[in-house]
């Protein structure tokens, strides 16, 4: 129920887990819920049966858990239902990993209130262990994870649904907001450190000084937004970045279907939605950092993209070109096209039954 990329990851495979309920080695799919948010999702996914604590004691028979996990799972009502389920039930176990709290908390060491994920920090190896599988979304992630002792991972990217790829905008006339006059630079996802938001807005502040006519629009909120507007405030840029906020999709694929460029820097990602996203529906070419694991599917494809180490020089050449460059990129919507979720669940689909065979 709550907001973000994996939030919608876990809603969307379930969609589609529902929509092939026969071809899956189960006789039921159940959901399990923290007691306030189970009519809600009964609500949204009718004929489902939801359970939240009291009813785990009432399943009879074996079963398999799959639960998606934040770096910073614990302790949660997941950690309680892993708890459950290994030690009393021993059932199978497929943990999914979302990024990783120790390159995180490396990023945010300063800040004294990450202290509160130690314990994730000093567990987290044991967690993933313990999981018959884990699965994560880049190659780049399960480098990282081998290195804790996991025995078995699996790599299934993320996928995006079929509205990404509409040739028409549905959404509402922003074209006020947008100058075509001047070079339009667009970026959406959390405003967080490992993003490499302000790479992208130290490279701006150059670059705008040989080229003032140039505006940045920011969608999205995170722990970083107070820093990057100072850092626009520093650096003089204040009239040339536009902080959006959280919009909706249909304000995103406005932006890329008219601005000029769209730019995605981060330091680290795993597998980040708002790339493919881009890479799918935008009217401009997308450059993505080589820290991200869309990167390794891409080579793996054969496919040419825009992509770059996420060093503010680096940018600041990526602006020249961009500022240049006509072309919307072909390629960059074939390579998205990959990614589908109805291409993806039949991933999830077999790794049910190779870890209920095994």
């Known amino acids: ?115 509160i994920h130690i314990f994730s920090y000093i567990f987290l190896p044991k967690l993933l262990k313990s999981a018959d599988v884990v699965i994560t979304h880049s190659y780049y992630m399960k480098g990282i994870i081998k290195r804790y002792g996991v025995p078995k991972i699996v790599v299934i990217p993320n996928a995006i649904d079929n509205y990404w790829f509409q040739q028409n905008n549905e959404a509402r006339d922003l074209s006020t907001h947008i100058d075509k006059n001047i070079f339009n630079i667009f970026f959406h996802g959390r405003l967080s450190w490992e993003k490499g938001v302000d790479i992208l807005l130290e490279a701006v502040g150059y670059y705008v000084k040989q080229n003032p006519k140039i505006k940045v629009y920011l969608a999205g909120e995170g722990p970083q937004k107070k820093y990057l507007k100072e850092l626009c405030s520093k650096m003089d840029i204040d009239k040339n970045v536009i902080f959006l906020g959280n919009v909706s999709k249909e304000e995103i694929m406005f932006f890329l279907k008219n601005v000029n460029v769209a730019i995605y820097p981060s330091r680290f990602d795993n597998f980040p939605l708002a790339v493919l996203e881009a890479l799918a529906c935008a009217n401009c070419p997308v450059y993505f950092s080589k820290n991200i694991g869309i990167y390794d599917f891409a080579i793996q494809d054969g496919f040419k993209l825009n992509f770059f180490e996420p060093e503010v020089t680096n940018v600041i050449k990526v602006l020249g070109s961009a500022s240049c460059n006509n072309n919307t990129g072909g390629q960059q919507i074939q390579f998205a096209k990959n990614y589908t979720w109805n291409q993806i669940a039949l991933k999830y689909i077999e790794l049910y039954y190779d870890v209920i065979n095994e």
């Open 1 to 115: 129920m709550d907001k973000g990329s994996p939030s919608n990851v876990a809603r969307e495979l379930l969609a589609k887990l529902i929509k092939h309920v026969d071809s899956l080695p189960f006789n039921e799919i159940m959901l399990f819920s923290k007691p306030k948010d189970v009519d809600a999702i009964k609500e949204k996914f009718q004929n489902m049966r939801v359970i939240s604590y009291k009813e785990l004691n009432e399943i009879s028979g074996e079963y398999l858990v799959h639960f998606p996990i934040l770096p910073t799972v614990l302790p949660n009502s997941k950690f309680l239902l892993y708890l459950y389920s290994t030690l009393i039930k021993r059932n199978k176990i497929i943990i999914q990993y979302h990024g990783d709290v120790r390159t995180e908390l490396k990023s945010s060491y300063k800040d004294i209130r990450s202290l």
